[in-house]
């Protein structure tokens, strides 16, 4: 019989080391501290966290257990497009350049999507759509960025940041659902949080419609659209008994997580109305690093221990991590405007507790994934 492989016992430990080390060098290249022959820009910081570290979580999160040769040749095509910043420009054609770019989220693209079918649920009939999506969005952004297609209004990376975080408000909100029922459920208080399909189909048409009129230059319609998703969410979220799940640091980390979505949503849409601007990306980061990394890392640290059957850590340690990502992401979304005359030092500090978040995760996680798995041949 051939031996099989958890794909998230690769994915997951690369996607929280890849997180914090990305961000570092970000910044030691951006201050110019280190002489660096390739140069790197905001949008390569960006791309590297959508489709090195969300779609690394994404991968562990839907694949099941494979061939060993099968997930060491995924994970491979994955550390060839994070590697492939270090090559010099102009050095490979273009094309090479996109299919080794792109062949890791095409491929996900195409196994995520296939999981989905597979299930055959009525309510997850987007899930197929939104991972059709994000492989076209990650291919379509390095094209871009070669020049192999036209730029849209909108930085590309920002409309993938969009499609990402349609994923994660959808199996996000149904996660947060089913953990705040169950950790309730254990202190003897027995709720029922009821399923919304019909939320989840305005958010999922409302984020499409902002990322098509973003992405076109309307912004008005974007503005108007994005706060509109943000209200919904926040409306989501009022049947969620967030007091009630504030003594459990793998649940409300989860409700966080989407408040950030809604944040980032309203802030965004604020600035395309151009009612405000925050620097730095703010409104950006508070969609990106606030909710799709917020509900990821939780997920991530959730997921280990269930599929470990590992017991959770302690509540203390798991509390520290989790607030050291929370002063990460608030100091990144409003640190420079609350202290404009110490925006680089604000930058520094936030990176420095996402990497104690990350870290504090990857010393809870990496023993339960190097662990042969219990009763299988992995």
Known sequence: ??????????????????????????????????????????????????????????AG?????????????????????????????????????????????????????????????????????????????????????????????????ALSVYVVALLIMVMGGRAVSTATVGSLRLRGDYVRIPPRPGLEAAIALGMLAF??????????????????VAMILLLRMREWHFSGV???PEVWPLHLGVFWLALGLALIGLERLGTISLPDAGALHALAAGGIGTVTLVMVLRVTRQRASDLPASTGWLQVLQLSMALAVLLRVGGGWAMPGHRDFVLWLSAAAWAMAFGLGAVQLLPAALRPARGTNA
């Open 1 to 58: 019989m051939q031996r099989k492989l958890d794909p998230w016992r690769l994915f997951f430990p690369s996607a929280l080391l890849l997180a914090p080390v990305n961000v570092l060098v970000w910044l030691v290249l951006r201050f110019g501290l280190m002489d660096w022959p390739v140069a790197v820009s905001a949008a390569w910081h960006g791309r590297e966290m959508l489709f090195g570290y969300s779609f690394a979580v994404i």
């Open 61 to 157: 999160y839907l694949l099941q257990a494979m061939a060993i040769p099968l997930v060491l040749s995924l994970w491979l095509l994955w550390l060839a497009g994070r590697l492939l910043w270090l090559v010099p420009p102009a050095t490979l054609d273009p094309r090479l350049e996109l299919l080794i770019g792109g062949a890791f989220p095409a491929v996900l693209a195409v196994l995520g999507t296939g999981r989905f079918l597979a299930v055959k649920r009525a309510r997850n009939i987007a899930f197929p759509l939104i991972m059709v999506a994000l492989g076209l969005a990650a291919v379509g952004s390095y094209a871009t960025e070669l020049g192999l297609l036209p730029s849209p209004e909108r930085s590309v990376v």
């Open 211 to 228: 990322t098509v009129l973003d992405g076109s230059g309307q912004s008005q319609g974007a503005g108007l659209v994005s706060l509109a």
């Open 246 to 248: 504030l003594h459990d």
